[in-house]
């Protein structure tokens, strides 16, 4: 075994003074690939000259734009909630299932796709494109709905001893499929890290999905649901301390949203307010939901 580590150690010294005199016997005038010197002679001016093609216009942010382009694809965050036909929160005493932590109710919207149509000297355009959205609204109250009554009902959760849970989590989660139909003005089209921008229109969305979430703080364990009353009206299993259902939920399956959006520069911040109810007519509360929001990644 001492051999064959002598052997090896003989082997890195002849090694490495053969790369040693390699590099002495090169000739003085050779360079590197991008033109700079190999040796310890390369200057400033050297690297100058390798970046000549440099362009400050190849950055993202710098980049200019040679026609319009407007201010939908990305990645945006907003807050949600929903309000009654009087433009508030103060939500009847017929459902107050309804009440929500809308500091919780954050609103996800991935946005892949972007078209834009010139209309007038590259200034004022149409946007349209395809996303996704996904809002999440949180319940403050123990309140569990029912997928499958003929209207929306809710009711309490109570534990096997007759004690009414307080549940970790209550939300429901909807998710759409929006199609923009943007007009927008721009100040600036060819530099858009120093334009002004402002956008109005509307969103067409599509339900594709839409689910309750209940967080328990046992494991597992025998719930029930019980009226105003205290009568018992369903039981259920939970496993794992969550509890989730698919649904509809009455919720209605399309929607159209007045959007508008304002900013400078990359920055954009949006506002949405449906113009169509959150659930089906006589078949849930009047509410019409809203996000405001600002966007994180646009492109």
């Known amino acids: 075994m001492k051999r064959i580590i002598h052997a090896f ?19 003085e005038g050779h360079k590197h690939k991008h033109g700079w010197p190999m040796g ?10 390798a970046m000549d093609g440099f362009n400050m216009s190849d950055f993202p942010f710098s980049k200019k734009n040679k026609k319009y382009n407007g201010h939908w694809a990305g ?8 309000v009654n036909s009087g433009f508030n929160m103060n939500f009847s005493p017929a459902y107050p299932y309804m009440n929500m932590n809308t500091a919780r109710s954050v609103t996800v919207n991935f946005n892949p796709f972007e078209l ?6 590259n200034h004022i355009g149409f946007t349209t494109g395809l996303g996704f959205q996904t809002s999440n ?5 123990n309140y569990v709905m029912l997928k499958d009554s003929s209207s929306l009902v809710a009711y309490k959760v109570q534990d096997s001893q007759g004690n009414l849970v307080s549940l970790k989590t209550n939300k429901m989660v909807v998710s759409y499929l929006n199609l923009p139909l943007f007009f927008e003005y721009q100040s600036n089209r060819y530099r858009r890290l120093t ?6 229109g509307v969103i067409v969305g599509v339900r594709i999905g839409s689910y309750t979430k209940q967080v328990y703080s046992e494991k ?11 009568n018992k009206v369903a039981t ?28 400078w520069s990359h920055l954009n911040l949006f506002g949405t307010y449906s113009l169509t109810r959150m659930f089906q007519k006589n078949q849930g509360p009047e509410l019409y939901p809203f996000t405001v929001g600002i966007t994180l990644l646009g492109w």
Do not use: W
């Open 9 to 27: 150690f003989i082997f890195c010294l002849f090694f490495t003074f053969s790369l040693n005199s390699g590099a002495q016997e090169k000739p």
């Open 40 to 49: 310890d002679t390369a200057s400033m001016k050297d690297f100058q000259l």
């Open 75 to 82: 990645v945006e965050i907003g807050i949600g909630g929903y």
């Open 116 to 121: 834009n149509v010139n209309i007038y000297k």
């Open 137 to 141: 609204y949180y319940f403050t109250d």
């Open 195 to 200: 334009s002004f921008h402002i956008t109005v």
């Open 220 to 230: 597992s364990g025998t719930y029930f649901l019980v009226d105003e009353k205290g």
């Open 236 to 263: 259920y299993e939970v496993d794992r301390y969550i509890a989730r259902n698919s649904g509809a939920y009455h919720l209605s399956p399309f929607k159209i949203d007045a959007a508008f959006r304002v900013g």
